[in-house]
């Protein structure tokens, strides 16, 4: 597989994605998208970033992370493009052999990082490795689990020798945790330091505070990027985040209020993206705890949860109802996983009479930060589940620090779940024994078997047969309470324009501040 996106000016795909882009928007908003420009000034306004985050890439752990620095400071070898496939950043080409089991990567001829030095094949081995072994805490940890060694076979190549097969390693090489960051002479990654290869170098950052950027003039990559400087602002308030756009602020805003929408739509200085993703709100249960150990009891409380009412009072009809199934109608090999949970007073008293109990109470932990409407749709389910003796404790965390105190800290919480664009990945990430994001603490001997099996199967077919096996499996017995599948809405500044916004990860898949301009 070879990279199509570089040269000088847009790539072939490029335009054609801008050009589709333009042909989808009304007539008097075609102009701004005619032609990417450069100059100007974007501030992004976000719904995290908390005085607990860092440069090191493994602990990134959403939208202000990924943007500002997975994005902004630095590359990836691979990047996800707006239609979903996979192509060469930093990597020029990279080729599988060995039935997916040998990657050889060669890298684009001179890249630089921001304080002068060359890229070479050692940074990107000191960054893979960074993520590899007993003691570390990525979420990336799992893509490397079936790493043998990865070498620096000259300075531009990179071999990657992995003990099974891995069709989708191209794909997991873009997840915004592995950004190509300097080596140190002992062989470890150097994030003490804010230096990347990425289009824009960080200025200024106090953790919790605004992040800002300027344009990196030695960029490798096309004419990118447009703009002169970009600022992330983190305004977990939605309000408060909403009126930054409305007052021209910021320029560009994620996770909208849904109550606003039409508002923000008939606004003529906004423009409203809503962007199919794969993206997931959910209540997760950390499986290893009382009183979620008990399979009963998660099933007790997937039929005391009205997920229709929850869609039409919290979401207003812009989501899909969940099945307790993580992965999304729109990814390959997703299956049906009957029988669709609905709202069973009986059913979850029910269970609850098979788990030995009458009654149950559990705390609930939410916050603003955790999903859109996550406070509301937890409330609505409070009530819910009284119906079926079921106490739910609501308790509203702090905004702040949600995502490095309160997720995978508290044994039952509210998540936002990007979704990822293969079902090896989502699971390998999401549910797989021993994952550092395996937030429900699943841990099923057969689902984990399948897992390795699935990852091999060359026979689409067969593959198929097992990721649909894994899915039921994660529906019937998984500690995952999943509300809605939704887009992606965000707030934008009719000043700014773009090409087609793609929808893996948030922000045009974390890559708006390169792919984005001044209308």
């Given at each position: 597989m070879s990279d199509d996106h570089r040269g000088n000016g847009l790539s072939r795909r490029e335009m054609l994605a801008a050009a589709a882009a333009t042909a989808s928007l009304p007539l008097f908003s075609r102009e701004a998208f005619a032609a990417p420009k450069r100059g100007g000034f974007m501030r992004v306004g976000t719904n995290d970033g908390s005085q607990t985050d860092s440069l090191d890439?493994?602990?990134?752990?959403?939208?202000?992370?990924?943007?500002?620095?997975?994005?902004?400071?630095?590359?990836?070898?691979?990047?996800?493009?707006?239609?979903?496939?996979?192509?060469?950043?930093?990597?020029?080409?990279?080729?599988?052999?060995?039935?997916?089991?040998?990657?050889?990567?060669?890298?684009?001829?001179?890249?630089?990082?921001?304080?002068?030095?060359?890229?070479?094949a050692k940074d990107v081995v000191a960054s893979m490795m960074h993520h590899v072994g007993a003691n570390t805490k990525s979420p990336a940890k799992v893509i490397f689990a079936q790493l043998d060694t990865v070498k620096a076979e000259d300075d531009r190549t990179v071999v990657f020798t992995l003990k099974g097969s891995s069709p989708d390693f191209p794909y997991m090489l873009s997840d915004y945790h592995l950004p190509i960051m300097p080596a140190k002479e002992d062989g470890a990654i150097d994030f003490s330091k804010p230096i990347g290869t990425g289009p824009f170098v960080l200025e200024h950052w106090v953790p919790g505070s605004p992040a800002k950027f300027k344009r990196n003039p030695n960029y490798h990559k096309n004419s990118k990027p447009y703009f002169d400087e970009v600022e992330f602002v983190p305004i977990p308030d939605v309000v408060a985040r909403t009126n930054a756009l409305l007052t021209g602020e910021v320029q560009f805003i994620n996770?909208?209020?849904?109550?606003?929408?039409?508002?923000?739509?008939?606004?003529?200085?906004?423009?409203?993206?809503?962007?199919?993703?794969?993206?997931?709100?959910?209540?997760?249960?950390?499986?290893?705890?009382?009183?979620?150990?008990?399979?009963?009891?998660?099933?007790?409380?997937?039929?005391?949860?009205?997920?229709?009412e929850i869609l039409d009072k919290v979401f207003f009809g812009n989501a899909t109802v969940g099945n307790d199934n993580n992965v999304a109608r729109s990814l390959k090999f997703w299956a049906e996983t009957p029988p669709q949970y609905t709202y069973d007073v009986e059913k979850a008293k029910a269970h609850l009479k098979q788990a030995g109990l009458t009654s149950v109470t559990v705390d609930l932990s939410v916050s603003d930060a955790a999903f859109p409407g996550a406070v509301a749709a937890a409330l609505l389910f409070k009530d819910?589940?009284?119906?079926?003796?079921?106490?739910?404790?609501?308790?509203?965390?702090?905004?702040?620090?949600?995502?490095?105190?309160?997720?995978?800290?508290?044994?039952?919480?509210?998540?936002?779940?990007?979704?990822?664009?293969?079902?090896?990945?989502?699971?390998s990430t999401t549910l797989a024994r021993g994952a550092a994001w395996n937030d429900t603490k699943f841990d099923h001997a057969r689902f984990n078997e399948l897992l390795e099996q699935g990852r091999i199967e060359t026979d689409e077919g067969k593959r198929a047969a097992i990721y649909r096996e894994m899915q039921q499996i994660v529906h019937d017995e998984g500690g995952m309470l999943v509300l809605a599948f939704a887009n992606y809405l965000d707030g934008c500044s009719t000043k700014i324009a773009s090409g087609e916004i793609g929808g893996v990860y948030p922000m045009d898949n974390f890559k708006l501040t390169e792919r984005w301009w001044m209308a």
């Open positions: 890439p493994a602990t990134w752990p959403g939208s202000f992370t990924g943007g500002a620095f997975g994005g902004s400071m630095c590359n990836n070898l691979t990047e996800i493009m707006p239609d979903r496939s996979v192509a060469g950043d930093l990597a020029e080409s990279f080729e599988g052999s060995e039935q997916s089991k040998r990657w050889v990567f060669t890298l684009q001829k001179g890249v630089t990082f921001h304080d002068g030095r060359s890229l070479t996770n909208l209020d849904i109550k606003t929408l039409a508002m923000l739509r008939r606004n003529r200085n906004i423009r409203v993206n809503s962007t199919p993703s794969m993206r997931h709100f959910a209540f997760d249960m950390n499986t290893q705890v009382a009183p979620f150990d008990n399979p009963h009891v998660r099933l007790a409380l997937k039929y005391a949860i009205d997920r229709e819910q589940a009284a119906r079926a003796g079921i106490t739910v404790n609501v308790v509203r965390e702090p905004d702040d620090g949600y995502w490095s105190k309160i997720w995978r800290q508290k044994p039952f919480a509210g998540v936002d779940w990007y979704g990822r664009p293969t079902v090896d990945w989502l699971f």
